[in-house]
């Protein structure tokens, strides 16, 4: 694969747009079903709570959560695409007023401070331009005892995939330990799985993630 299409998947995996961001979009949705569940479960989900997620791209893996508890959900994006397509398949959810979706910078967290009781994020640790900023910001929004899951691919795998190497910033489990250890969150627990995804040229291949989940 030319250098060009490999930048041009890059971009789009960081934020989908055109004409193939929708394809883009289903895809990760796929791709990353089992480690969106992963992330949600490794938060002690309640009724009643505040949810945030951040990159939730189309966000075909709401129902999962509301299906499960009586909660509000709000979603942030920095693809358009993703969020017009969030708001077109949920519809319902909105209509209820179960769930809300706003675009961000990918920086600054456009609510208030003591805001949510859970948030979570899936792959997109990678993307983040100024991480200690961003964590401190999102820290500064969750309520004392809030609890933020960052779901991500280990380093050993990423590294192998050729278009990382434009824009990704990768990390292994303590790597991502040093960052939080930087934020005013305090490290909860970290959990490493392995799961079975299919490959780029047919079959499974294993990939190795984790999920750091930090506390207020």
């Known amino acids: 694969m030319e250098e060009e ?99 961000y910078d990918g920086t600054d967290i456009p609510f208030a401070e003591n805001y949510f009781d859970k948030a979570y994020t899936v792959n997109t640790l990678y993307f983040w331009t100024d991480p200690v900023k961003l964590l401190n910001d999102i820290c500064r929004v969750m309520k004392p005892g809030g609890e933020f899951s960052i779901g991500f691919a280990q380093k050993s795998f990423m590294a192998q995939l050729p278009f990382t190497k434009y824009g990704f910033t990768l990390y292994d489990t303590k790597e991502a330990q040093a960052l939080a250890a930087k934020s005013n969150f305090k490290i909860l627990k970290t959990e490493t799985q392995v799961e079975k995804i299919k490959g780029k040229i047919g079959g499974l291949i294993d990939r190795e993630f984790t999920i750091l989940t930090l506390v207020k």
Do not use: W
């Not at 930048?7 to 089992?34: C, F, T, V, W, Y």
């Open 5 to 103: 299409q490999l930048k041009a998947i890059a971009a789009q995996l960081r934020e989908p747009h055109g004409s193939k961001g929708s394809e883009m979009g289903d895809l990760m949705n796929e791709s990353n079903g089992n480690m969106i569940r992963q992330t949600i479960n490794s938060l002690s989900l309640q009724d009643g709570d505040q949810i945030l997620e951040l990159g939730h791209g189309n966000c075909g893996h709401l129902q999962y959560i509301l299906d499960r508890y009586k909660v509000s959900y709000y979603g942030l994006e920095i693809s358009d695409l993703m969020h017009a397509e969030a708001q077109q398949i949920n519809k319902a959810y909105i209509e209820k007023k179960q769930a809300f979706f706003f675009m």
